[in-house]
């Protein structure tokens, strides 16, 4: 396992059987903005959750969670621009799973698997980078997906680290800039601000709130980092989708989850969200459970 990629880099802001699909593509003016739209009545919020109930009505998810009466839950996840009145392009990180019983096994991180899927998108290929597949599916180790994105280390030189690689890609952000979702560029580390777009794909919710596990280890190429995010979870899942959002400075990107057990959570990570302010600062993640 090599060191951290661009560590010290400066420039600022630069499921076993869980199925979670999407369209691949956001039109924010298409059948999803139309099926929400009388629910935006908010403008302060840079992102929102929404859900289909039992009687085919769009409602928000609520903060303390969702009950629902099937196994399927369709979703829309609704992005809004915030800090500048400009259309813009973004990716979302949307990771699915389950917390593991108490007294129930969690096998080791190296036997634990983690799905991942990139379906294609032709509508924001500009930015692919040239070794990017136009779409991804397979899965990793947790233990793999853990080091990479918990505490910033270059993929294995094995196949589990190749399959990160293909799984991540190039995507157009604000201004059209083209960035990377595993990139580890600091947001702001004069701020103390170390997030990261690689670290916002962490189960482990500390590092999405704060960045990478240990940042020394890592550049000092130490192996001896554990598996952090992956503990206790199963049935994991990541799928990237990008977007574009419309004239009204929104997108509303379709999801769909399967629950594959009690204690299931989705959480949502928006690449290039962020709040309302004179600031760029990263948005939060947007979690929520899922009940059955």
């Not at 396992?1 to 420039?11: A, E, H, Q, R, Y």
Request: glycine share 8%.
């Amino acid at each position: 396992m090599t060191k951290i990629s661009n560590i010290l880099s400066l420039p600022l802001f630069s499921i076993a059987l869980i199925s979670l699909a999407s369209t691949g593509t956001s039109r924010a003016d298409d059948y999803s903005c139309g099926a929400v739209a009388g629910l935006l009545t908010t403008t302060t919020a840079e992102q929102e959750l929404f859900y289909l109930d039992s009687d085919k009505a769009w409602k928000a998810v609520p903060a303390t969670g969702l009950d629902l009466t099937t196994s399927e839950a369709r979703l829309i996840y609704v992005a809004r621009e915030l800090f500048a009145n400009d259309q813009r392009s973004g990716a979302i990180v949307v990771k699915t799973g389950r917390t593991i019983a108490s007294g129930a096994i969690d096998p080791p991180p190296i036997r634990k698997r983690i799905s991942l899927n990139r379906l294609r998108q032709e509508e924001f290929e500009t930015c692919q980078r040239s070794r990017d597949l136009t779409s991804f599916q397979g899965s990793v180790s947790a233990l793999e997906y853990d080091w990479h994105h918990d505490y910033g280390y270059d993929a294995s030189n094995n196949n589990d680290g190749y399959r990160l690689t293909q799984f991540h890609t190039g995507y157009a952000g604000r201004r059209d800039r083209c960035k990377e979702t595993d990139n580890t560029t600091f947001d702001a580390p004069l701020r103390w601000d170390w997030r990261s777009n690689r670290s916002q794909f962490s189960f482990d919710q500390g590092v999405v709130r704060g960045g990478f596990n240990s940042q020394i280890m890592a550049g000092l190429n130490v192996r001896g980092a554990a598996a952090v995010g992956s503990v206790g979870l199963a049935d994991q899942r990541v799928e990237i989708i990008k977007y574009r959002t419309n004239a009204q400075n929104v997108a509303c990107i379709p999801v769909r989850v399967k629950l594959t057990g009690a204690n299931f959570f989705v959480r949502i990570n928006d690449l290039e969200g962020a709040p309302a302010g004179s600031r760029l600062i990263r948005a939060d993640e947007l979690s929520r459970q899922l009940r059955r």
